[in-house]
């Protein structure tokens, strides 16, 4: 082997050990990442009725964008939007139109799989009951919750969930929580979402 293949096939190992050492050297730190998510969002409304305390399903679709403010910390706005009515006991629709939250939590790594994470905030939300039937004796106990759903619109509410590295920068999301605690009716809506968050 003369001299210039040694010297060639040298520089190339060199090359090709140090490569990943430059790579990851030159990787954004996640402190000043940002994301985008898509989530599909199953609202659960609890507590409907002065008497019987009904449940009901609905379901919405919704946008987070946030931001990494050190390794352990984000902020992050979610803008969401109902496009399933909930049906409580055949003669109330609960309808919500839009929400928007606001929320900032702490996520901490779970080996390389992803990371678990718990944020809570403030939601504001906008829907209407609508009630058939209304002078029915079975309907007396949902006639306060007949009109703007829910009574007050601001709400305090919290996430907790788990991220799963599906690739490079792209994350598969589970979580749950509280959605919203109407003051006025007691009625109150857990939101369970699945979708997915890209961080650049």
């Known amino acids: 082997m003369n001299k210039v293949a040694i010297r060639f096939l040298t520089t190339s190992l060199m090359t090709l050990c140090l490569s990943p050492m430059a790579a990851q050297s030159q990787e954004t730190p996640r402190s000043d990442k940002h994301y985008v998510g898509l989530l599909a969002t199953t609202i659960e409304h609890r507590s409907i009725g002065e008497f019987t305390k009904e449940d009901a399903w609905g379901q919405a679709g919704t946008l987070v964008i946030g931001g990494h403010l050190n390794d352990l910390i984000h902020a992050e706005i979610r803008l969401g939007g109902g496009f399933k009515d909930a049906e409580v006991a055949n003669d109330l ?78 994350y598969l999301v589970l979580e749950g929580g509280k959605l919203f605690k109407d003051t006025e009716t007691s009625a109150n809506a857990f939101q369970f979402s699945s979708g997915i968050r890209y961080e650049f």
Do not use: C
Not at 113 to 121: D, E, K, T
Not at 154 to 167: R, T
């Open 93 to 170: 629709n609960l309808a919500v139109d839009y929400f928007g939250s606001w929320y900032m939590g702490l996520h901490y790594p779970v080996g390389e799989l992803g990371n678990v994470y718990a944020q809570a905030g403030f939601t504001h939300i906008s829907g209407e009951a609508t009630l058939e039937n209304s002078d029915e004796d079975r309907n007396k106990q949902f006639r306060n919750l007949e009109g703007n759903y829910p009574g007050s619109s601001f709400s305090f509410s919290w996430i907790a969930g788990i991220d799963f590295e599906l690739f490079d920068s792209m």
